[in-house]
């Protein structure tokens, strides 16, 4: 029988089980290939708070690894990948840390969070450089080496533009060409265009280089489109969807832009009048026609004079689209020629990593599934 005090002893002993069994332990993994062919674990590290983001350079084998609760923590691999040491904490945000970029030309770690903050710090002092506030949280980051330019594309549909110094940065422009907001960026530094993913499930490649403002369109999946990556000596653009859709883009073709959608207050092609032209209802005696507009050439069309459906590949449409009759019998066959490849991954991709040395791809699901993929067959 417990006395008083050893009831209290053995209720207190009760609460700390408790609480010992309620404590989560959150970890970085490393993953080698071992001679069965098969991946198993290396080495562990614990983290204090769930891993949100990171980012890997082969060269110095360091590892930035984004925190829930805002911090940067670094470490470095050893040849073998044995062992992970760590070098320092960069109290970089003030909430998770959504994307991480390490720039070794520079020595500089970049990075966004649900702060709304993007941040630089140098990686050999560890200190800030410098920040800017965006208009939304960031979900996408990119940067380039030789102009010192930073793509930051937000949850509001916008992609701004900055340029960064040592320790101060200047906006340089913003632009928005989704419905959706961004989900993922891709910098092409030779081209120098950008690709922006979005989750109204299209993705559009803008030519920064050009100055010309020219955005072209790709649409190939079902659902929003969630991670980006690009085979440069190929120009073989990879994007991974909602849908589970692995599409690969040839972008070494001349594409076209998708043409404005003209403004009328009647058919295009046989002037009957839209549902909200009473004036051209009333003289004409007939009931207004539901809005429509073909893809190709963007007039407002009715429904009968656009009743055919066509894929135009270099305008990024795969799936067949509305277009109007003459526009129909205008495409030829060559035209209708796919310009990407279609893969279904099986899962719900969150995240991709392209080896092009190796021509594999990495990616990982909502179903905590990792899968390799060899992609030479298509990817050449």
């Known amino acids: 029988m417990l006395t008083g005090q050893g009831r209290d002893a053995a209720r207190t002993a009760k609460r700390k089980l408790v609480s010992t069994e309620g404590i989560f332990t959150w970890t970085v993994r490393v993953w080698l290939k071992r001679d069965s062919g098969q991946y198993w674990p290396s080495i562990y590290h614990a983290m204090p708070s769930p891993c949100s983001c990171m980012s890997f350079n082969p060269e110095t084998r360091r590892l930035s690894i984004g925190l829930d609760n805002g911090t940067i ?43 709304k903050q993007f941040a ?14 965006t208009s939304a949280v960031a979900s996408g980051l990119q940067f380039d080496v030789e102009t ?30 989704h419905t959706g907001g961004v989900t993922a960026l891709c910098w092409d530094p030779v081209q120098r265009v950008l690709f922006s993913g979005s989750s109204d499930h ?21 659902d929003k489109v969630q991670a980006l990556s690009y085979a440069q000596h190929t120009r073989q653009l990879i994007s991974c969807g909602g849908d589970g859709g692995i599409v690969v883009w040839n972008m070494d073709v001349e594409r076209q832009e998708t043409p404005e959608w003209l403004d009328s207050d009647s058919c295009q092609k046989c002037d009957q009048p839209f549902f909200w032209n009473f004036k051209q209802m009333w003289d004409s005696k007939k009931i207004g026609l539901r809005q429509h507009h073909c893809r190709k050439c963007g007039k407002a069309v009715c429904g009968k004079c656009s009743s055919k ?34 893969h279904d991954s099986k899962h719900n991709i969150v995240h991709v990593h392209f080896d092009a040395t190796r021509g594999w791809l990495l990616t990982s699901g909502t179903d905590k599934v990792i899968k390799l993929w060899d992609m030479t067959p298509v990817v050449s």
């Open 202 to 222: 299209s993705v559009i490649m803008w030519d920064i280089g050009g100055r010309k403002g020219t955005a072209i369109e790709l649409q190939g999946h079902n």
């Open 148 to 177: 010192r330019h930073v793509f930051i594309g937000d949850h509001s549909g916008q992609v701004t533009i900055l340029k960064l110094e040592q320790e101060n940065c200047s906006l340089v422009t913003t632009f928005r060409g």
């Open 309 to 342: 459906r066509s894929s135009i590949p270099l305008m990024g449409f795969e799936f067949e689209v509305r277009v109007c009759d003459s526009c129909h019998e205008a495409i030829t066959d060559e035209e209708r020629a796919p310009t990407a490849t279609f």
């Open 120 to 133: 630089w710090h140098c990686s050999e002092s560890g200190h800030r450089l410098g920040g800017y506030r």
């Open 73 to 115: 923590s670094e470490f470095i691999l050893s040849e073998d990948y044995n062992k992970m040491t760590p070098v320092k904490n960069y109290q970089a945000h003030q909430s998770r840390v959504t994307m991480i970029l390490f720039v070794l030309e520079l020595e500089w770690v970049l990075s966004t969070g649900q702060d």
